[in-house]
Every structure is written in C-alpha cells, then in structure tokens.
C-alpha cells in the first residue's frame, strides 16, 4: 500500500513538473521537419539576421565570432562552444533561442571553429594554457557583447566550454545572472585502462616530452567516430549528419583529438574545481547526459555539492540515456533540456537571487 501511494506522488510530481515546463511553450524545431526548416527558416535567418565578425587578441589570434539580437530580446546570451565546435554548428540553437527573444552571442575558441589553429596541423586539438580560452570570452564580452546590447546577460555553456565558464563566474561573479552547464568538463573522461584519471596521470609526463603530440599514442585526425552508430554525441541521427556535413563542407572546421598540453592543460583545471566551486555566487544549473562517454559524470556530481545552495535544485539534473551534446540530442532530449534551461534561465526567484 504504501508503495502505491509513493508510485502515485511520484506520479502526480512528474506530471506537475511537466506541466510547468510545458507552460513555458518552448517552440523548436522538430527532427522530422529540420531538414526542411533549414532550407526555409534557419539558413534565411543567418543570412538576415546573425552577425559575424572577428576580433584580435593582445597576442594576434584573430578569433571568430556571431551574435544575433532580436527585437524585442529579454536578456542576452553568451554561448560557450565545447571542443571542436564552432558557432556555425549551433544555427539551429540560435535560431530556437532568438525565437524565444533571447540575444545570442558565440565566440569560436582558438584553435577550432573558423579561428586559426594553433599549430601547423590544423587537425590537433592545442593549446598551452587554458586561461587563454577565459581571457578571449572575457575580451569578446567587453569589446563585443557590451557594445551590442546591454540587457541582463546570462551563460548558456557546452562541455569544455563548462570549465571556462566556471573560470569566468569565479574572475567576474557579479558578470552573469544565472549559468547553465550541459555536459560541462568538470573533469575530462581520460581512462586509459583503470580509472578516469589515468590519461592525466599520463599527460603530466607527456606534456614535457611531446606537448604537440596527439594525446592517446595514436594520431586522431578529423574524422573520428564518423559512423553514426559509433557516436558517442548524440542519438539524433539527422542532427548527428547535418554536423558532419557542414565539417565535411567546410574542412576549415574540421579538427581531430588533442594533444597531451591540451589534456595536461584540461586535467591541471579540473585539480582546482573544488576551490572554485566554492567561489562561485551565481546560481548555476547543472545537465547531465545519463549516457556519457567524454566527460566525467562524477566530477558533476561533486562540483555539484561544492556549489552549495548555488546547484539549482540541490542536485544535477541527469537525462537518462542522453548522449554527450544534449543539445543536439533526439528531440525527447533536446526539447526537454531546452525547457529547462528557458524555465531557470527566466525564473526570477532562481538559486542565490
């Protein structure tokens, strides 16, 4: 009896929650129409609408970037890439977000994207301190940003881009008014054989001997994990080939693995996690993928806790059987994590406000 009462509370919250959810009306695009919305809806947008241009750091990068700024925008936006992506890779999201009357700011990191690599071959994933990646957001934020709206500005962060995110909320705490991490690279996934800290171990010692070398002993170049069914990204076979299609239409995207300093660099910042968590005053919202493979779902857990009344809800909120890119995901994923991030992003009685 009394299990039946709990499956029956259990029952009414999850509806109640998807109900308050669904209120929100969050409208994208479905798989089975995208690839005809593309052509008529999202491709006229960019073209229209998105701005692209290019800024140059202290040290010379010139690094790309596009912004787009609806009438009518509520907040704006600032969108951390994860590794290997772009801005072009996200149309549709800027397209769902503007919809939405959300101003969309991405900068193309260093290294990837339509920004220049940072080493000869352009195909290894490099770089020789990750605090660069967090002074370039922070520069994009000042010259650009800043200069094109001055509406409350929020943090939309994808994967590595998670890492540098949790930089900028401990650099500039009163910079953002609320965060939200997906699949964010608390610590990377970099099991070797036993645990997965083994990779790190192992980038320490390589760093100083072969910092360009691709990490993992074996070269990595673009493509990797080309099959569909050998993705470990997303469950969204359409989104899945329209990624690759637009890398395989502009090889300029293309990028393959890392290198052992970019992993170096990658575990060096996951060693002071714990000490940043605890630095942190913005209320952040966590998404997990149940399915994951690149990053560590535990490290989440953890920074989680670190966070103290800041990890909206007291917990991550973990998509069972997601992959990696929840926002590329099957729309049974994608749509859901969308509410929820529309729902904190504009709740105004959200975690620490």
Known sequence: MQKMMRTRRLTRTLITQALSVTALNVSAVPETALATRYASDILPFWQQQVKTGSMTTPDGTKLAYAYVVPSQAKYALLLVQGRTEAYLKYQELFFDLAAQGVAVFSLDHRGQGLSPRELEDPHKGHITDFALYRQDQQQFIAEVVKTQTHLPLNLLAHSMGGAIAVQLLTQQPALFQRAVLTSPMIAPNAKVAFSEQDGCYLATAFDWTCPDCYAGFVAQPYPFAQNFA??????????????????????????????????????????????????????VLMLQSGAEQAVSNSAQQQFCQELGSQCAGGKVETFAGAKHELLFEADTHRDLALQKIMAFLADDKAVGH
């Open 230 to 283: 050998d993705n470990i990204l997303t469950s969204s076979q359409i989104r899945y080939q329209q990624f690759r299609d637009l890398y395989q239409q502009q090889p300029q995207l293309q990028l393959g693995g890392p290198t052992w300093a970019w992993l170096s660099q990658a575990c060096a910042v996951a060693e002071q996690m714990p000490r940043l968590a605890q630095q942190i005053k913005t209320p």
